[in-house]
């Protein structure tokens, strides 16, 4: 069995260093802090041979370059954003996969938030690694992508097994949920979902990963194809409902 080591990193970021006891290889997903990275490997007794990243923004890749030179790993990275990644030793896109040991970890194109964003799934491991283009209760900013582009790379994730446990990178849940209520009020899975989140941030607890069902029930920008949102919300099609939804967001 895969293990999966989360920490806090940066102000909202948290970090993950995947383990494969088998063959004592470690996977960073991103690296958005270096010296965190490191300090937690090592705490763990577990040797970085891997980064795996996301995108291209500097809270997912700006640890690359040290990481590297202090372990030597190869670096992972979106064939679309790997201009603009340090130390990039293979690009990927959808449909590839990269392997940590014995397991495989299929490339999912989930552009929008940037244009080369990739999620990586382990389908055996009931995981994805979802970076910035899905959050608990949430979704990235389209800061490069299109409205389109971006429902494409959702209904990607949606199509997931529902069992699936989503690692997002960002604790922004909170803030998420406050929204969430706003654009889908009678929601009531979508309620008792808000009062977890208030229980366990007051207790100091993460609310990352989650599983990908409760996000199919709950998360607005995941249900732009549903007629109740897309009747409140307008649109003829799911991507001009999501583009209402995020636009709201950006501004909310």
């Not at 763990?44 to 372990?71: C, F, M, R, Y």
Request: include cysteine.
């Amino acid at each position: 069995m895969l293990e999966v080591h989360q920490f806090p990193c940066l102000s909202d970021n948290y970090g993950f260093l995947l383990h494969d006891p088998e063959s004592g290889e470690t996977a960073c997903i991103d690296t958005p802090d270096a010296e965190v990275y490191l300090r937690e490997a090592k705490a763990k007794g577990w040797t970085i041979t891997q980064i795996w990243n996301t995108h291209w923004h500097p809270d997912h890749a700006g640890g690359n370059e040290a990481i590297k030179a202090a372990t030597g790993c190869t670096i992972v990275a979106p064939l679309v954003d790997a201009e603009k990644i340090a130390g990039v030793d293979r690009t990927v896109r959808d449909g590839d996969f990269v392997k940590l040991g014995e397991h495989n970890a299929w490339v999912i194109d989930v552009s929008g938030h940037t244009m080369g964003h990739i999620a990586y799934h382990l389908p055996e491991s009931g995981m994805a690694f979802v970076g910035d283009s899905v959050f608990a209760l949430g979704c990235g900013r389209m800061f490069e992508g299109t409205a389109p582009q971006f429902w494409d790379s959702l209904s990607r994730i949606k199509r997931l097994p529902a069992d699936t446990t989503l690692y997002c990178a960002h604790e922004y849940t909170k803030a998420n949920a406050k929204f969430a209520l706003y654009a889908d009020p009678d929601n009531e899975a979508l309620r008792a979902y808000a009062e977890e989140i208030d229980t366990k941030r007051a207790a100091g607890e993460p609310t990352v990963p989650f599983p990908l069902e409760r996000e199919l029930e709950t998360n607005p920008f995941l249900r732009a194809d549903d007629p109740a949102m897309q009747a409140r919300w307008g649109g003829d099609a799911p991507h001009e409902t999501f583009a209402a939804l995020r636009e709201a967001k950006d501004n909310f």
